[in-house]
């Protein structure tokens, strides 16, 4: 009994001190079929059972079994290692190497602030519409309270296709006349889409350009209401901090109107460059649509009010991101494209 | 308009420094766009409202100085001219059409004596921005800033007869303007003539040849009203915009008349020498009808949202002119209703819509409340095809594509390179400003591809751009607006460490093309062989979808690309969006049960005539792997050395499964034998 525990030990150490040594997996698996194989050196000794002693037997199987489970575990504890360390071999796992690049498409800086103005009113319910760009007389104008041969079209320098029957927008107020010439109160679209100006183009005029319309319409609509939705609107694009102001002006489609200025994005109020030390920026036309436009689609104003507001797209992205030159988002080029 | 404060102040107290004045005016809709410091003071630069004419002068906005800073206006009541009884001299002034000239004072002044204005006058003229005449047409002019009456002065003697007639044209008259400049008059002019021929424009510009000069003695003063109508039409049509027609084409009240004659009567006795003054010869309406509004202080209130009451109501009106008297008071309702009589200088004032705008800007907008309005359902709701557009651009931008927006407006060269010039579609603008801007789009393909000619100028070695936008045609003459979705991919690949630089192919656009269907959950696409006049001819390819055509995808034929300067290879396509919306799947989708028994793979390699289309290969693999086949995918192409020149070698990996079961090496060994088959047999191909 006592020869075969020693031998039995023996084997054990040496085994460990092999797999300790081995640098290779082939070489562990050569070891592991050695030792532990269907004819492995600790098969011998169970086959060697039979010549002890009948009560020697449960110990001596256990001590085998014992042997066996240490070299198992040291076996797969090695092979982890090896693999492991093959693996390190393989790949050098520098993480500051470039990725593989995935190329990314950019939305059109307009696009994003159109569709971040939309959202804005979308989320008090308003509806996002759109209409023609090729418009006519009547929708650019006459039904918008813009009579011909009045100082009032000064404002509005147009394109004309030829015929003159048709006209090319020169703002986006034609699409309230469109909505509601087709549908009654209640009314409260968005309608975000081209315009069109014969101007000279320069760093801050283009002959073609973007605007977003606004409309509401039911009964009891007040000059309060249009106060409130631009003001959230305002806090809700510029910043929580943003403050508005309302001019008054004029606009032939709307009585009473107004100009509405936001606080300076760039000084907060204080006066500078940008806001020419106004600390104001003007953003936006609005006001209360006037009886003669609901007069001219139809609806009683008497029994209706709305209020309309209009702002240009390119403006808001000009100040939003600090973009000096309107030309830019007509030019396409790929360097100012990504940086949105 | 610039307004000098020392001016103003002759009419108002100004208590307020010059910024503060300038901001309570512009918070009352008289912008001050900038306070300047001059020579002779603090200037305003001030914007006036179209509808605003009556500001229009120093005494207009003296007006609203006062009535904004609760002061007193000095109705300076001086400079009005008794009318002198004797009459010395004969004129007579007839008006032919009372609508065109509404009113009109002329005046015979004997014995001026033409010379230099005293200097205060000279200086607030050019405060003004006018240069000085002489001291008759400085008065005429001194009175337009002053009153906003424009006036007008002629050489007595050098008119014929003694009737002055306000007129149109006759066919053929012509008139040489002040500026010395011959002008064709036509019967829609109104002009204002001597017994003989037209001696000005009504509004617009006198004659040279009754202008005051130096020797002048005796002058004949116009002070008048036209139709803005006529004299805006007329102004345009001669390019000719000046103090009094930008006055006239916006309205000239018809008390004003009286007003500017008799203030230039003074001057023209206390600063011209003017000896002997006739007397008024005033033909045309002397005042205007009263206008009467009545005024619902409930509804007006109710419109503004409150903040208001009804005794700031009357006080912001009265202080701006307008007189109030209580009208229809209902004993029982509590419905306050005011009669409100609008100044004859108040044009714009119509309905009562137009009082309410003068009470919010009087008592301040600012001090109106600020309220979310109450939103109800709106008859219109959200427009599917809206959001499919917001889920292209994504879709494209994901896909790696940057959002172009290029002009809608393109110039005939353009047009030219691109082969569209000489269609009858086109629409074309009829006043462009440069040739870029004279033609509507036909199509996205020429904006994509002069972005991409832009970015490769700046040295950039790839493009991949999309856009999604309109473009026009006209059909019998009506404009059509079809939205397009383009999209260009040009130059190189990204290059990266892992991946050798290569140039964007067919495939690539193709590719594209195909992610955007099957998102869309498209099913049974064809490619078909186009004729497109920018592409090389065998890329040209349209799109098809149950027989309708979605779009046009081609390469551009390099000989056009090198008119423009790019070297490399450019593709192009074009998409009807609402084709592709209206065959999207816009059903909510349906689950369908993943499959319950696995599928084997089997590959195909093929070696065919160079001609036969994969389109043909794979229709044939389909038909012969029936319903076992779940999917075909091509992993190989090759044309070179190792097979046969003129051929092609393809090689597919086919899917293969039943839903019921799973299948055996047998079954599969028997379809795919099929397949092979009928490869050989139908194509002539080889099975390698």
């Given at each position: 009994?006592?020869?075969?525990?020693?031998?039995?030990?023996?084997?054990?150490?040496?085994?460990?001190?092999?797999?300790?040594?081995?640098?290779?997996?082939?070489?562990?698996?050569?070891?592991?079929?050695?030792?532990?194989?269907?004819?492995?050196?600790?098969?011998?000794?169970?086959?060697?059972?039979?010549q002890i002693p009948q009560s020697d037997r449960p110990a001596a199987g256990e001590i085998i079994n014992r042997v066996k489970q240490t070299l198992t575990a040291a076996f797969q504890e090695k092979q982890t290692s090896l693999n492991s360390q093959s693996l390190s071999r393989r790949f050098s796992f520098d993480i500051t190497l470039p990725g593989v690049p995935r190329p990314i498409g950019?939305?059109?800086?307009?696009?994003?602030?159109?569709?971040?103005?939309?959202?804005?009113?979308?989320?008090?319910?308003?509806?996002?519409?759109?209409?023609?760009?090729?418009?006519?007389?009547?929708?650019?104008?006459?039904?918008?309270?813009?009579?011909?041969?009045?100082?009032?079209?000064?404002?509005?320098?147009?394109?004309?296709?030829?015929?003159?029957?048709?006209?090319?927008?020169?703002?986006?107020?034609?699409?309230?006349?469109r909505i509601m010439e087709k549908a009654k109160p209640p009314l409260a679209i968005v309608a975000p889409g081209k315009v069109f100006r014969p101007d000279a183009v320069d760093a801050s005029h283009s002959f073609m350009f973007h605007q977003i319309e606004g409309l509401l319409v039911d009964q009891g609509v007040t000059f309060a209401h249009l106060k409130g939705a631009l003001d959230l609107f305002a806090k809700r694009l510029f910043g929580k901090e943003t403050k508005i102001r309302f001019r008054p002006h004029y606009f032939p489609f709307t009585e009473p109107s107004a100009e509405v200025d936001v606080s300076c994005l760039l000084c907060q109020g204080k006066g500078c460059s940008v806001c020419g030390r106004k600390g104001w920026l003007e953003i936006m036309g609005a006001g209360m649509v006037h009886p003669n436009v609901f007069r001219a689609v139809g609806y009683d104003p008497k029994k209706y009010t709305g209020f309309a507001f209009g702002m240009g797209i390119e403006r808001i992205a000009m100040l939003k991101h600090g973009i000096d030159d309107i030309r830019l988002f007509f030019e396409n080029d790929v360097r100012f494209l990504e940086q949105f | 308009m610039k307004i000098p404060l020392e001016w103003l102040k002759e009419f108002v107290n100004i208590r307020l420094s010059p910024a503060e004045l300038a901001d309570r005016l512009t918070m009352a809709g008289l912008e001050v766009k900038a306070v300047e410091e001059t020579a002779s003071g603090v200037v305003f630069e001030a914007e006036i409202t179209p509808n605003r004419p009556d500001w229009l002068s120093i005494y207009g906005v003296a007006r609203e100085v006062a009535a904004v800073t609760r002061q007193k206006l000095r109705e300076n009541g001086k400079w009005k001219m008794e009318n002198r009884k004797n009459p010395f001299s004969n004129c007579k002034v007839l008006i032919h059409d009372a609508k065109a000239c509404p009113r009109y004072i002329g005046r015979v002044i004997e014995g001026v004596n033409v010379s230099s204005s005293p200097e205060e006058m000279v200086k607030r003229l050019s405060a003004m921005g006018t240069r000085s005449i002489n001291n008759v047409v400085d008065i005429t002019n001194y009175v337009l800033f002053e009153l906003g009456q424009p006036l007008h002065a002629f050489d007595l003697d050098k008119l014929q007869g003694s009737t002055i007639h306000i007129r149109f044209a006759k066919a053929g008259e012509e008139i040489i303007t002040i500026d010395g400049i011959t002008r064709k008059l036509t019967p829609q002019d109104l002009v204002i003539a001597d017994e003989i021929r037209p001696v000005a424009i009504a509004g617009v510009m006198g004659g040279k040849e009754t202008e005051v000069t130096e020797s002048t003695r005796n002058t004949f003063l116009e002070s008048a009203c036209f139709d803005p109508m006529?004299?805006?039409?007329?102004?345009?049509?001669?390019?000719?915009?000046?103090?009094?027609?930008?006055?006239?084409?916006?309205?000239?009240?018809?008390?004003?008349?009286?007003?500017?004659?008799?203030?230039?009567?003074?001057?023209?006795?206390?600063?011209?020498?003017?000896?002997?003054?006739?007397?008024?010869?005033?033909?045309?309406?002397?005042?205007?009808?009263?206008?009467?509004?009545?005024?619902?202080?409930?509804?007006?209130?109710?419109?503004?949202?409150?903040?208001?009451?009804?005794?700031?109501?009357?006080?912001?009106?009265?202080?701006?002119?307008?007189?109030?008297?209580?009208?229809?008071?209902?004993?029982?309702?509590?419905?306050?209703?005011?009669?409100v009589a609008v100044p004859g200088f108040r044009k714009d004032i119509k309905e009562e819509i137009d009082l309410a705008e003068e009470v919010a800007r009087v008592h301040g907008y600012d001090k109106i409340p600020s309220q979310l309005p109450a939103m109800r359902e709106t008859t219109i709701g959200p427009s599917p095809l809206l959001e499919f557009q917001r889920d292209l651009r994504r879709r494209l931008a994901g896909l790696g594509y940057d959002e172009a927006r290029t002009h809608s407006l393109t110039s005939h060269t353009a047009l030219k390179t691109f082969g569209q010039a000489g269609r009858s579609d086109l629409g074309k603008i009829q006043n462009p400003l440069s040739e870029e801007q004279e033609w509507m789009r036909p199509t996205l393909v020429i904006g994509l591809t002069q972005a991409a000619q832009r970015n490769f100028f700046h040295q950039r070695s790839g493009v991949r751009l999309f856009e999604l936008s309109h473009t026009y045609s006209l059909s019998k003459g009506h404009p059509r607006e079809s939205l397009k979705l383009g999209f260009l991919l040009g130059g190189d690949q990204p290059r990266h460490w892992q991946n050798k630089e290569e140039e964007y192919q067919w495939g690539d656009l193709k590719g594209a093309i195909e992610a955007i269907l099957s998102g869309l959950k498209f099913q049974g696409i064809q490619w078909e062989r186009a004729s497109l006049p920018w592409a090389i001819e065998e890329s040209a390819a349209e799109v098809y979808h149950q027989g309708e055509i979605l779009g046009i995808a081609a390469q551009i034929a390099p000989k056009l690309l090198s008119?423009?300067?790019?070297?490399?290879?450019?593709?192009?396509?074009?998409?009807?969006?609402?084709?592709?919306?209206?065959?999207?799947?816009?059903?909510?989708?349906?689950?369908?049960?993943?499959?319950?028994?696995?599928?084997?793979?089997?590959?195909?390699?093929?070696?065919?005539?160079?001609?036969?289309?994969?389109?043909?290969?794979?229709?044939?693999?389909?038909?012969?792997?029936?319903?076992?086949?779940?999917?075909?995918?091509?992993?190989?192409?090759?044309?070179?050395?190792?097979?046969?020149?003129?051929?092609?070698?393809?090689?597919?990996?086919l899917e293969y499964r039943a839903p019921d079961r799973t299948l055996t090496d047998e079954e599969i060994n028997h379809v795919h034998q099929q397949v092979a088959q009928g490869l050989m047999e139908r194509l002539g191909a080889k099975v390698r």
């Open positions: 009994m006592q020869p075969l525990i020693e031998q039995v030990g023996q084997l054990c150490q040496e085994a460990l001190r092999q797999i300790q040594e081995a640098a290779e997996p082939v070489a562990l698996e050569g070891l592991r079929v050695q030792y532990l194989g269907r004819k492995g050196k600790l098969a011998e000794f169970t086959a060697q059972m039979g950019h939305l059109h800086p307009l696009t994003q602030v159109i569709e971040q103005v939309c959202e804005v009113f979308e989320g008090i319910g308003f509806v996002v519409v759109e209409g023609p760009e090729i418009e006519t007389e009547r929708y650019n104008f006459e039904a918008l309270n813009i009579p011909a041969d009045h100082p009032s079209r000064d404002s509005f320098d147009t394109f004309y296709l030829e015929g003159g029957k048709y006209l090319l927008r020169s703002q986006t107020s034609t699409v309230q006349i | 006529l004299v805006r039409r007329t102004a345009r049509r001669l390019g000719l915009a000046s103090e009094s027609s930008y006055r006239f084409e916006r309205g000239i009240p018809l008390e004003s008349v009286l007003l500017g004659s008799d203030r230039a009567v003074e001057f023209l006795a206390r600063l011209a020498g003017a000896q002997k003054i006739g007397p008024r010869v005033d033909a045309g309406k002397k005042t205007s009808q009263e206008r009467k509004i009545v005024l619902n202080v409930h509804r007006v209130q109710h419109l503004l949202g409150g903040g208001i009451t009804q005794k700031q109501v009357q006080n912001c009106l009265s202080g701006l002119g307008f007189s109030i008297s209580k009208k229809g008071q209902k004993a029982r309702g509590r419905k306050q209703e005011l009669g008119t423009l300067d790019i070297e490399k290879p450019v593709f192009v396509a074009e998409l009807e969006v609402e084709k592709l919306f209206k065959h999207a799947g816009k059903e909510t989708a349906r689950y369908r049960p993943l499959p319950k028994f696995p599928s084997v793979r089997r590959d195909i390699a093929l070696e065919l005539k160079e001609a036969v289309p994969a389109a043909q290969v794979m229709a044939v693999i389909r038909e012969k792997g029936k319903e076992l086949l779940e999917s075909i995918q091509l992993f190989d192409y090759y044309q070179g050395k190792q097979i046969f020149s003129g051929n092609k070698s393809l090689a597919f990996s």
